[in-house]
């Protein structure tokens, strides 16, 4: 029965307004809050008409009013009736129009309202809504519920998923036939963790859904781990120009989080879609939609290709047949108890009815009236339809059991029914189980929600005859995906990656990005380390060394070169020739000890230099021998050491003929330290501090400093008389020794990454080493050798002279000097005297300036 409310649509333009409510009478009223309009532009509330989400669902609720008022089980003798409002998918509206439900409960006071004739009025009781179903949106429910919660009327709602809607200390007569976004978000989760992602970004439109949806989500994240979030995105109510360009470069800023998972209404997940087109990014983001998405078709219209490989979820649901008879049959003649049909029915044919004093608008064809719904439209049923036949059938079943308890035995509605009192009704109501229009279990759990069951669908636009939606795995308590089936963008099977950083590579660990527990970087583990675990490197024992992929250690392998091999038959072959000439020459000078040539070689620092050139030489058996501790540990002691003998002796007899001649121009007094025994104290303390850096093992660098010294005092002592048999030889050692070892590095280090690195820089350093030591051999004993031995006759001492001869010498040089041109004269101090034989004075003479003579002190030999 249509109430009297109902206006038709011929007098909406006499009255200017629209009709705001759909009154059924019946025994018992249920309440109904749909989103029959859009939301309006700014200071209108209500926008153009929702087709689908309105009316569908809002017929949906009036088909079941009709099957269970027809229903001679359900309610016996009892008619359900209704009290529908629109609520214009705007909270603060749908707050004032649920207003409407709770007027007879308000009491009012109408003790001083009178009428004319002094009696007092007779106003109409306001028509009692014992529950309501609705609303749609959460954020609508959430404003409707703290009302009914204040007056006590149960509320069931078809559609609204919020988390926040199951806290019963806030919205204790709030109850559900879907569940709550907290399962919903669990099972994205396990979605993405299905898929084998650990980075992604979240999309939110403002709102409690869009928010508390990406709330739960991102808590259960937390809870799981193992999950990171990129970016967290809200989606403004009334977003400015660009500003959906603007969330898809911040969704790039972390461009490895290709997962998006998005809460969002359906004209925000389309344009985040077309701004993703625009930007070039066809086929870079992994969108996970909600059920706002679902399966629908509206969100993705012309922008299919970008939503390619979209994963979805919906509520498990099935289409009601019944409800497609039923809606399919509506026609303006035969729904006039719906007073926004007429508006549906122009929106969905493309026509305009005739009305009273409206001109007629000639862009659009006249509606007749005969047009056939699904015929001459395109019709689906809207997804929700089943939860809200579902939320109907909830309150009537609730209602009979309450009923049966109350009222037994009786035919219609008894006393302790009538009012039907709240909050027994939502004890009923929490207490129902039975199979809904669907044929699966209607029921609610201590929170007033629905068990968690979904559909998991992927839009698949390749490599398939049908394009569209494809439902690819359930979610109940847990997930059960058909992997196989999934296909993205371009029809690839493989699954695209999502995760902030790849794996690392065998032998790198995990160097930790601080406070982003998914993200690393790969380091390698370099030198001696190997891969501990995944996070930690680790150093091989000393015996060993890491295995070629580093993931452990090994034996370290013996590399040598072959006594036979061409790299070391040449080494060896210099060492052997040294070692005879060194032997040769120590043996020859301890035969011929006292001899005036040994003796004045500077007998004592010549046993020492000779020791170290020996030591030189041994080291080149020891670098191609077999390795083994002994071996490693003498490579060690004497690659350093016999260099450093060598040198610490060389390096004090330059130091000491560089004083000599520095104090002889100044004073006839020798100068301090140059006696045979200060010469060893002097050479044993330098050789000392090579010893203490064996513990630290720094050798060669001293050695070098060594070298280097001796050259320098080589290179000032150049200037010392040709006849002074030492100087000279020490020079041209010393300056032989740095080319060699300057032609030594690039070789040595330019050979690095050669694959016969070990057996060219053996090779190198042993004949450096050699040709070091043979240089000085050379130079300095081979010439005393060969006089010792082959002309004896020189080996003899010298006749001395007094300093009277040496006086008359000089002056006879002085005179012969006048005698000279002054183009000829050069500067130079000349020893006049055979040093190999002279026991005291050595007379010089500046012939620059002729007037003196210097005396210079040689030591006793």
Known sequence: MINSYFTPPESWAQQGTQPHSIKIEGDITLGGLFPVHSRGPAGVPCGEIKREKGIHRMEAMLYALDQINSDPDLLPNITLGAMVLDTCSRDTYALEQSLTFVQALIQKDN??????????????????????????????????????????????????????????????????????????????????KAMGWNYVSTLASEGNYGESGVDAFLQISREAGGLCIGQSIKIPREPKPGGFDKIIKRLMETSNARGVIIFANEDDIRRVLEAAKRANLTGHFLFVGSDSWGAKSSPILDQEDVAEGAVTILPKRASIDGFDNYFTSRSLKNNRRNIWFAEYWEDDFKCKLTRPGIKYDLGRRKCTGEEKIAQESQYEQEGKVQFVIDAVYAMA?????????????????????????????????????????????????????????????????????????????????????????MQWSGGDRAVPDSVCSFPCELGERKKMVKGVPCCWHCE????????LDELNCDMCPFDMRPMPNRTG????????????????????FLAVLGILATSGCIITFIRFNDTPIVRASGRELSYVLLTGIFLIYLITFLMIAEPSAPVCAFRRLLLGLGMCITYSAMLTKTNRIYRIFEQGKKAVTPPPFI???SQLIITFILIGVQVSELLKWCLECYSIVLMVTC????????????????????GFTMYTTCIIWLAFVPIFFGTAQSTEKMFIQTTTLTVSMSLSATVSLGMLYIPKVYVIIFQPEQNVQKRKRSSKAVASTVTSQLSQKDDKQNGESKSSLCCLLDLSALHGLCVCVDYMNVSTVLFVWVSQL
């Open 111 to 192: 003790s001083d309202v009178r009428c004319s004739n002094n009696e007092p009025p007779i106003i109409p009781k306001p028509e009692r809504v014992v529950g309501v179903i609705g609303a749609s949106g959460s954020s609508v429910s959430i404003m409707v519920a703290n009302v009914l919660r204040l007056f006590a009327i149960p509320q069931i709602s078809y559609a609204s998923t919020a988390p926040e809607l199951s806290d019963k200390s806030r919205y204790e007569f709030f109850s559900r036939v879907v569940p709550p976004d907290s399962y919903q978000a669990q099972a994205m989760v396990d979605i993405v």
């Open 397 to 485: 079943h609730a209602l009979h059991s309450m009923h049966l308890d109350l009222c037994p035995g009786s035919m219609g509605i008894c006393e302790k029914m009538d009012p039907v009192e709240g909050s027994q009704l939502l004890h009923y109501i929490r207490s129902v189980n039975f199979n809904g229009s669907a044929g699966t279990g209607v029921m609610f759990n201590e929170n007033g929600d629905a068990p968690g069951r979904y559909d998991i669908f992927q839009f698949q636009l390749s490599n398939t005859t049908n394009p569209g939606y494809r439902c690819i795995g359930q979610w109940t308590n847990n997930l059960r995906l058909n992997a196989e089936e």
């Open 524 to 531: 390698l583990c370099d030198g001696y380390q190997y891969q």
């Open 553 to 572: 250690c090994r034996s370290t392998p013996i590399i040598k070169l072959e006594w036979s091999s061409p790299w070391a038959i040449i080494p060896v």
């Open 675 to 677: 006696s045979p025994t």
């Open 711 to 730: 050259t320098v005092y080589a290179i000032k002592s150049r200037g010392v008389p040709e006849t002074f048999n030492e100087a000279k030889p020490i």
